[in-house]
Every structure is written in structure tokens, then in C-alpha cells.
């Protein structure tokens, strides 16, 4: 009897038990899949945001993003109330320049440059990116390159700067007519400092 008992109570509790067993994994299996469709989807727009950032600062791979130079005109046209110079020309041929020499630094205590095109870099035989605009010039020249920044920093642009510059192997050279302008962002805070001028113009000493 207690037999029987014991095979009516596997047959009844059994099913159950698989039943359940069955339930837990596909829960588990659901989770998971949830879980997996979840992090894929997370994944994918975490990698579309980070694609979208590098798409938005593309620079044609001409190492002048085109968001520095949206920032170098529009701060120029704003504060000069005249159109940029180089309006209207694509990043690389600016950065390939075989006439502008254009530059800018940030507004650390001792401000680093932040862009220089190609023939800046040739010019002053150094890529000048990260290192410390100061060793642009000389020692002696020190005093009056700063005053050019203060007067920048005030009247917001100069037109008509000459100074003497200094390149790495420490050969001086004289620029003329440059143009030196505050770089200002959307909220109108200055941000760095931009300048350009004519490779012609540059007397070597």
C-alpha cells in the first residue's frame, strides 16, 4: 500500500517539479535575453554618440577640425565686424595654406597652443601644439608680446601688430600686418587667442 502511495505521489508531484523547473529556465533565458537586447541596445548608443562626436570635429583629415575653425571665424567676424579671410575655403586647403599662417592658443596662465597650420609649423620649425606660446619669442621680446596680448584681451582685436618671433633653432624672423583676435565661444567667454598673417610679409633677420 505505502507503495502505491509512494508511486500515486511521484506521479502527481513530478509534473509539478518539471513544470517549474521548465519555468525557472525560460525565465532565466527570457532575463538573459532581456538582458542582452538591453545591453546591445546600450552598447549601440554609446558607440553612436561617440561616433557623433568624432563626425561632428572631423577636420577632412586635415588636422584643422572644423569645429576650431567655425570658432576662429565666427570669433574673427564677430569682433572685426568683417568676414573672414579664409570664408568659404575647406579645412585642409587652410591647413595646407601656401600663403596664411594662421595659429591660436588657450587661455592657460601660460597659454599653450592649441593650432597651427602647416606653414606655421614650417615656419616656426616646431608642430608649436601643447608647447607654450611665450617660446615664440625671444627673452627680450617678452615685455612686448605680452602687451600685444593685453591690448588684444581689451579691445578685443589688432590689426596692424609687428614683432619679432623666434623660431626652435632660434632663428628670428619679423611679422607684419598680422592680425591678432580673442577667440569666443557661444556664451561670449574668451577662450584662447588667434593669429594670422601673410608668409610674404615675414622679414628674416
Do not use: C
Not at 568624432?54 to 588636422?63: E, F, V, Y
Not at 607654450?132 to 625671444?138: D, I, P, T
Not at 600686418?177 to 594670422?196: C, F, P, R, S
Not at 598673417?197 to 633677420?205: A, I, K, Q, S, V
Amino acid at each position: 500500500m505505502k507503495s502505491l502511495k509512494s508511486v500515486l505521489l511521484l506521479l502527481f508531484y513530478f509534473p509539478l517539479s518539471l513544470s517549474y523547473r521548465i519555468n525557472n529556465v525560460n525565465g532565466v533565458y527570457k532575463s538573459y535575453g532581456r538582458y542582452r537586447r538591453l545591453s546591445v541596445k546600450v552598447n549601440a548608443n554609446i558607440n553612436d554618440d561617440i561616433n557623433d562626436d568624432i563626425n561632428d570635429d572631423k577636420s577632412d583629415s586635415s588636422g584643422l577640425p572644423q569645429s576650431h575653425l567655425t570658432l576662429l571665424s565666427e570669433s574673427y567676424s564677430t569682433l572685426t565686424s568683417t568676414s573672414f579671410p579664409l570664408s568659404g575655403i575647406s579645412p585642409s586647403s587652410i591647413h595646407s595654406s601656401p600663403t596664411h599662417i594662421l595659429l591660436s592658443h588657450d587661455t592657460s596662465p601660460s597659454p599653450l597652443f592649441t593650432y597651427a597650420n602647416l606653414l606655421a609649423q614650417s615656419t616656426f620649425k616646431s608642430s608649436l601644439i601643447g608647447i607654450e606660446s611665450k617660446y615664440s619669442a625671444s627673452t627680450s621680446i617678452q615685455p612686448s608680446r605680452e602687451d600685444l596680448l593685453n591690448r588684444v584681451t581689451a579691445h578685443g582685436y589688432v590689426d596692424d601688430y609687428e614683432g619679432v618671433r623666434v623660431d626652435s633653432e632660434g632663428n628670428e624672423f619679423m611679422i607684419k600686418n598680422a592680425t591678432v583676435w580673442n577667440l569666443i565661444d557661444y556664451e561670449g567667454v574668451k577662450i584662447g587667442q588667434a593669429a594670422m598673417f601673410l608668409y610674404d610679409d615675414l622679414e628674416f633677420l
